[in-house]
């Protein structure tokens, strides 16, 4: 995306990915998988290329489908809880979300709820009212339905909703389900931006306006 060419994008509620979109928690979470994969001597790079934007279970079962996909997703979130030092808020992100009422926005995480509002409170960022986790569905990123879920819980179709996301795998998931996607590069994702339509460093590129029947969003240069 050139942001100099950008239009003016316009949307009914937005839906936002957690980790390296709001939540810049990129070198925690490749700690705690990092030593997962020496404990099991498993590549740590073959890790690398699925695991941002997936389930850890989905991960697990990418890389490792002898080991109890869920037995050792339990035990990396119960270390990512421990570990939430060094997270904070991707620059802009706690503005933005405050411009919006709480039923215009929701998070859609392939994080578990409890680690996903923990981290949001850690970097002190809103309690959504709105948020699809790990739990909340059978197919998650990069199948569509994390981000249709979540724009039905806005009572919007998904086709009206701007997506933010970091990562290929919830890219193309938030892309299947019908939104705009606006990948931000700051993070984890930041080589996989090119699949969105946009693409912003962080949430202080951005411009919202909020209009009688909806939101336009400007991305500046």
């Not at 290329?49 to 890389?63: D, Y």
């Not at 959504?128 to 806005?154: C, F, R, S």
């Amino acid at each position: 995306m050139h942001p100099d060419s950008a239009p003016i994008l316009s949307a009914q509620g937005f839906l936002f990915d957690m980790d390296g979109t709001l939540v810049d928690s990129t070198l925690c979470i490749e700690k705690i998988w990092r030593n997962w994969a020496e404990r099991h001597q498993i590549d740590f790079s073959a890790i690398l290329k699925v695991m941002h934007g997936r389930r850890g279970e989905e991960t697990i079962a990418l890389v490792a489908p002898h080991l109890d996909a869920q037995a050792e997703t339990a035990q990396l979130i119960a270390e990512e809880l421990l570990s939430l030092d060094g997270s904070v808020a991707i620059a802009g992100a706690k503005d933005f979300l405050e411009s919006l009422d709480l039923d215009q926005w929701a998070v859609v995480t392939s994080a578990p709820r409890e680690l996903a509002l923990a981290k949001l409170a850690f970097v002190g960022l809103p309690t959504p009212k709105h948020l699809i986790g790990a739990e909340d569905v059978t197919l998650g990123k990069p199948n569509p339905a994390p981000y249709l879920q979540g724009a039905a819980l806005l009572q919007l179709n998904a086709r009206d909703c701007i997506a933010f996301e970091d990562a290929a795998a919830g890219i193309r998931s938030a892309h299947a389900a019908g939104s705009v996607v606006i990948a931000i590069s700051h993070a984890a994702g930041a080589d996989s931006t090119s699949l969105a339509q946009f693409s912003v460093r962080d949430f202080t590129a951005l411009q919202l306006n909020r209009m009688p029947s909806c939101f336009t969003l400007s991305i500046s240069a």
